[in-house]
Nanobody
Framework: QVQLVESGGGLVQPGGSLRLSCAAS????????MGWYRQVPGKQRELVAV???????NYGDSVKGRFTISRDNAKNTVYLQMNSLTPEDTAVYYC?????????WGQGTQVTVSS
């Protein structure tokens, strides 16, 4: 059973930056794809960014050029550097990892962008 533990959310002013982390535990195997989704009340969860173990990345259109996803394969940990944040980035951010036929989600971390 894989556990995903997120950290790094919080309150930030528009134009500011935050860095999210997600550490995976409970598996002896390297997790291939890890990523981030976000959700606001009343809307579907949307892709923010995903990265595979080879370093290939994919970003949601709304965050391209502002967010950067990276990972430490040895630690099964993924990071999301978020720059130039706007109020529209306010959401609960969830770590996501499909692994050996199952899909795992973190508990979510709140990011609020407000002055």
């Amino acid at each position: 059973q894989v556990q995903l533990v997120e950290s790094g959310g919080g309150l930030v002013q528009p134009g500011g930056s935050l860095r999210l982390s997600c550490a995976a535990s409970g598996t002896r195997f390297s997790i291939n794809a890890m990523g981030w989704y976000r959700q606001v009340p009343g809307k579907q969860r949307e892709l923010v960014a995903v990265i595979n173990s080879g370093g290939s990345t994919n970003y949601g259109d709304s965050v391209k050029g502002r967010f950067t996803i990276s990972r430490d394969n040895a630690k099964n940990t993924v990071y999301l550097q978020m720059n130039s944040l706007t109020p529209e980035d306010t959401a609960v951010y969830y770590c996501h990892a499909p692994h050996r036929g199952l899909v795992y989600w973190g508990q979510g971390t709140q990011v609020t962008v407000s002055s």
